[in-house]
């Protein structure tokens, strides 16, 4: 199929990631090879940029600018929480018209690929050639028709490293200070939270306890679980998600009296979780209670980019373009993992009408039946991904000196 | 000096550190380089470990376990904070009479060099020969009589990394969520909070503001410098350190309301800034305030441990002992920094009674006028103890594209 000469434009939409300048500049690089592509454009802050006519030209960043964005965490053109209007679909027609665009790539989560889908839409109707094509990025991994998203392995293997720095903290701790809860990002999906437990060597390593959203917790057994801990080791590491929900399904945060915030897009914002449970735990063991709460740096930082997600970022930012040379639209690229017993993934294709607005849960099998911990079925399909094991660290044996019992 | 043969017990105190347990080998490494030193006994947490003579025998771990804790972060033998009594004093002669100890090493920080003075004292009153030596550690580096302290320097790391971080998701967020708050520790002294400017290549660069609790400030100034950088940047990143105070002296966060709690050693234990300016900011600018509170990640990430901070770590562990050895006692290790164009130092001593619970604030020269940032003199000091330089991350040149002005 012979393709219409046109220009492409990229952009970047909600929350960043560590890697998610790895799917731009795999957009970028891929587009260098096709005569059909003219002018690359940015846009910046995702659609706003288009709406308003922020563009840039993407063919004038130098070749070392791309290859250090690759190692550069967060959305390089900006990004947006921008819902886009009936009206807007118009206006975006309009100046795809005025630019000559003819393909169109929105690296972004389950509201960039609805919103993908809509700008695939109005140009079809009115025959004007777009071939828009979702590239997948989300630390929450909550996107469907997709083995896993990219963004999560580099999260992940921040949140693993920082629950087991914590971890070792609150061991040494002792007495001192024996309860850690570490706060982790995740509204709605607990695949973050979950990969917490990449940090456990041995079943009795932090964290103990992990809480998902997708698995409402009482009180009662919150406080049961980490006394038990407790008691059996004389600390107590836990990972909460901030969506975490009580056994009613009401946030723990807005229970406790936290306030409500929503989104652009109408989601509620969370928040308080920690504070709350802390509370909790602190008058039903008298003990002292630490928490941490690393918010942003689970999806920035970039010095625990895990190796595997900047690689896959990159790929399915080259999938894209490749798709749309191939006629493709309306479609997300998806990442797809091969059977075997080494780790190995290839791109495809799904429909965005079959991901947009859709949210993967963390599935019941890789859930303990208590809910506060994973399977060997989640870290099997999660341990690839972080891009290595992490360092190695150590504890003294402590073979211990006999008493000589001074009174 | 002919040396006594006998035992020699080592332990760790007060807050971990990314590299305390690089003290703990350095003094185990070069006990083994001396005859007279008998049996290694490390003590379980901290002085508590001698107290219930909760001894563990180091000369049993290996020599991969010893390499090995090298990498990894938190007191390997347990920390502890209690503030040792007079009675205390006694029972601790006696466990050294009946273990024969003769060598006893306290890494940590003001309070445990206080505790390793009052240790020395007594069995050198009582004619029993005892050399105790403090091996300094603390993320603070408030300690007095040394150009910096071992554990300073990888979370000085973590912090401009994690502040650099945030920074870049914070400026690709744009309007979604300008302002970004990091809260840091640190309860009396900023050294660390002031180590997040180590984040910036440019005046520009995040953080654009940092404070400190050496610098008192006004809500006003805090509203007014933020509303500065907003309106020029439309971004503005922020380090807010636990400890920080309003222009009267008083904590913001039990201005607000906050509750106050007291550690065993009397120092309170400080909360709620980062909450407390969050609501100040949004009522003054009507904006989305973001915060991240990284917590104990801050003192125990081994994956950001500074290369030099580990090698000091060590050295000052064997410098102790040399120490002990040569008859020293009642004296804390101290890092000398040399004159010269390239960085280095060497280790010293200092009287312990010159250093206990004295708190080496940041001094006025390493701060700004307006005390909202730091001066070319504190990066000149604090760059080197961070082990390199961050590594390289870039921006795009973001060159227009001609508006065509699509009404």
């Known amino acids: 199929m012979g393709k219409k000469k046109g220009n492409l434009v990229v952009g970047q939409s909600g929350g960043p990631t560590a890697v998610i300048n790895n799917s731009l500049v795999g957009v970028i690089h891929e587009a260098f090879r096709y005569e059909e592509i003219g002018d690359i454009y940015g ?31 967060a959305s390089a ?3 947006v929480r921008y819902k886009v209007t009936d009206e807007d679909y118009e206006r975006l027609l309009q100046v795809f018209q005025a630019y000559d665009v003819r393909y169109f790539f929105y690296i972004g989560g389950n509201d960039s690929m609805d919103t993908t889908h809509k700008i695939h839409t109005l140009p079809s109707q009115k025959g004007y050639e777009l071939h828009a094509i979702g590239v997948p990025k989300t630390v929450d991994n909550d996107l469907a028709e997709t083995d896993h998203c990219p963004g999560f392995g580099s999260a992940a293997n921040f949140v693993a490293a920082a629950v087991r ?61 980490v006394r038990q801990w407790y008691r059996r080791l004389g600390y107590c590491v836990v990972a909460v998600s901030e969506g975490l929900k009580n056994e009613k399904g009401e946030e723990f945060g807005i229970a406790a009296g936290g306030r409500v915030e929503v ?37 920035s930082f970039g010095e625990l980019m895990s190796r595997v997600d900047r690689e896959e970022a990159y790929m399915v ?33 799904a429909p965005l009408i079959k991901v947009a607005n859709i949210e993967r849960k963390l599935p019941s099998e890789f859930l303990n039946k ?38």
Chains 1, 2 share one sequence.
């Open 43 to 73: 846009m910046l802050h995702g659609i706003s940029g288009v709406l308003n006519e922020e563009l840039i030209d993407l063919r004038r960043e130098s070749p070392d600018t791309l290859e250090t964005l690759r190692d550069t965490p």
């Open 77 to 79: 053109l900006g990004t």
């Open 165 to 225: 720095n914590t971890g070792f903290d609150t061991e040494a701790m002792g007495s001192s200070g024996p309860i850690k809860l570490t706060e982790i990002m995740g509204r709605n999906a607990g695949w973050l939270t979950a990969a917490a437990a990449l940090a456990k060597d041995k079943p009795e390593d932090p964290p103990h306890l992990l809480y998902v959203p997708e698995h409402g917790i009482s009180l009662e057994q919150f406080v049961d679980d």
């Open 263 to 299: 989104d652009a897009f109408g989601h509620v914002r969370k928040g308080g979780v920690i504070e709350f449970l802390s509370e909790v735990l602190k008058e039903s063991l008298g003990v002292t209670i630490r928490s941490d709460k690393p918010g942003y740096l689970q999806r």
């Open 317 to 349: 930012g080259r999938a894209a373009v490749r798709a749309a040379m191939a006629g493709e639209s309306d479609k997300k690229v998806t990442l797809v993992r091969l059977p075997g017993p080494e780790y190995e993934v290839q791109t495809g294709l």
């Open 370 to 407: 208590r809910g506060n911990g994973v399977t060997d079925a989640f870290l099997e399909y999660a341990r690839p991904l972080i891009g290595g094991p992490l360092i190695r660290y150590a504890r003294l044996e402590k073979h211990p000196v006999p008493k000589r019992s001074i009174k």
